[in-house]
């Protein structure tokens, strides 16, 4: 079974500081993706990720940035926290052949206080 | 900008009713897939439609992808509390891997 690992389900921040989420999968795929989730918002892009070391901004980039130094990590950093970044985030990967299936991860509830 | 719209936002319904939701876009697009997500877990594919007029079944669910391709419906049988979840439609956008995904659909199927 695909395993996407998501290193923390739930953190609590306060404003200013560095957040990190970590994002690890165990399929050797090569598209990784951070999602942030918002009640009546569905799911927004953050960034994704195609390749080792390569990335591209998704819809909602600001405040954010990501790192992929290996194939299967993937990374969503905060530089400095902030109370309108309370929420949900998912991270996901799929295979670029085929139909395009997203495997998610269970999700990493941030509170920003 | 949101691109697929999904409704209703929620559902409350009891055990063995049909229901519907919907999934529309004002652009066509290549194809569409359905997502359903129970608390606590990410989403999980159920499915994915290519050709306009499609219809998909898995078991008590039923997909369709409408003619003009801007649109898809998903209907479910006799529900029951295990499809209680969130049910999103997504669609490729740009860069073939990328998905955006509509607003959601919260269903609650009560006994």
């Known amino acids: 079974d695909v395993k996407v690992t998501q290193s923390s389900r739930y953190l609590v921040k306060r404003t200013g500081e560095k957040v990190f989420l970590e994002c690890v999968q165990d399929?050797?795929?090569?598209?990784m993706f951070w999602y942030r989730q918002d009640p009546g918002l569905g799911l927004r892009l953050i960034y994704f990720?195609?390749?080792?070391?390569?990335?591209e901004k998704g819809d909602i980039p600001e405040g954010y940035s990501v790192s992929r130094e290996k194939k299967e990590r993937f990374s969503l950093i905060l530089e400095s926290a902030s109370t309108n970044q309370t929420s949900m985030y998912l991270c996901?990967?799929?295979?670029?052949?085929?139909?395009?299936?997203?495997?998610f991860g269970e999700g990493s509830r941030l509170t920003v206080l | 900008t949101q691109l697929l719209e999904q409704s209703p936002q929620f559902l409350s319904i009891q055990e063995g009713e049909n229901l519907t939701v919907y999934c529309n876009s004002s652009?066509?697009?290549?194809?569409l897939q359905w997502y359903r997500q129970e608390p606590g877990e990410g989403p999980v594919l159920l499915v994915t439609?290519?050709?306009?007029?499609e219809v998909k079944k898995l078991k008590r669910l039923t997909f369709q992808f409408g003619d003009a391709r801007k649109d898809s419906s998903l209907h479910i049988t006799a529900a029951q509390p295990g499809d209680t979840g969130l049910y999103l439609c997504?669609?490729?956008?740009?860069?073939?891997?990328?998905?955006?995904f509509g607003t959601g659909t919260r269903l609650q199927v009560t006994l």
């Open positions: 990720s195609y390749d080792v070391k390569m990335k």
């Open positions: 996901a990967s799929s295979w670029t052949q085929g139909i395009g299936e997203l495997f």
């Open positions: 399929m050797d795929h090569e598209n």
């Open positions: 439609v290519v050709t306009g007029g």
């Open positions: 997504a669609r490729r956008t740009g860069t073939a891997s990328k998905l955006t």
């Open positions: 652009s066509v697009f290549s194809s």
